[in-house]
């Protein structure tokens, strides 16, 4: 799987979006981009994924470029509780292929009140 | 998506003891997953469990010291052999749930520390 390139820490002001970079220039064409997020040593939380298109869910949207080589996850108006960090994943999506997630050391986004 | 839960939710053992992790999902899964967090790290996994064949180990991590079940498709147990404080961490575990792109969800993790 593809290896991803983020940001050690990042902050965002509480109300304001917070967007999230990840580099994955490596990635092939059958990898998808996941976004997780773990909040104080709990379990990491799915927050989104996609091939190429750029999709949004209730809890963010995700920025694919043309090319495929980076991305950015948008937190549209972060609160304290994205206080997290924040992963970005690429992995195949073939069954039978490997399918672990391979977790990178993130992003700690901290929203400053 | 999927439920997941975890038994215990944290523990402090001795060395040399054992303790066994157990992980529930409230539906049908294939792939279930084990990682390790160790203080300060991000997550490894340590094996993969799917229902009716063996689990498949990683690299740095043998069967003797973390024996896994998969007696069906919601349960899953993990066993931590033989404990020293370097076993100290969050152990966590994941389901995959097929789909477009298939996601992992994760449990909450049971926090292990080893005197």
């Known amino acids: 799987d593809a290896k991803t390139t983020q940001p050690p820490s990042m902050d965002c002001a509480e109300g304001r979006a917070a967007n999230l970079p990840c580099n994955h220039s490596?990635?092939?064409?059958?990898?998808?981009v996941y976004w997780y997020r773990q909040i104080h040593s709990q379990g990491p939380q799915y927050i989104i994924h996609g091939l190429k298109n750029n999709e949004t869910n209730e809890m963010a949207s995700l920025i694919i470029t043309e090319d495929r080589k980076s991305s950015t996850l948008i937190l549209p108006h972060a609160t304290l509780r994205d206080t997290a960090v924040y992963y970005c994943?690429?992995?195949?999506?073939?069954?039978?292929?490997?399918?672990?997630?391979?977790f990178g050391s993130g992003t700690q986004l901290t929203v400053l009140p | 998506s999927a439920v997941i839960s975890q038994k215990p939710s944290r523990d402090i053992c001795q060395r040399g003891t054992s303790l066994t992790i157990q992980c529930q999902v409230d539906?049908?899964?294939?792939?279930m997953f084990w990682y390790r967090q160790q203080p300060g790290q991000s997550l490894t996994l340590i094996a993969t469990?799917?229902?009716?064949?063996?689990?498949?180990?990683e690299s740095g991590f043998v069967i003797d010291k973390f024996p896994i079940s998969r007696p069906n498709l919601t349960f899953s147990t993990l066993t931590v052999s033989n404990m020293s404080p370097e076993d100290s961490s969050i152990y966590l575990c994941?389901?995959?749930?097929?789909?477009?792109?298939?996601?992992?969800?994760f449990g909450p993790g049971t926090r292990l520390t080893v005197l």
């Open positions: 994943i690429v992995r195949r999506a073939q069954s039978g292929s490997a399918r672990q997630l391979t």
């Open positions: 469990a799917n229902q009716g064949s063996e689990a498949t180990y």
């Open positions: 994941s389901v995959e749930i097929g789909g477009r792109g298939d996601t992992q969800y």
């Open positions: 490596t990635i092939s064409g059958n990898e998808y």
């Open positions: 539906s049908q899964v294939t792939m």
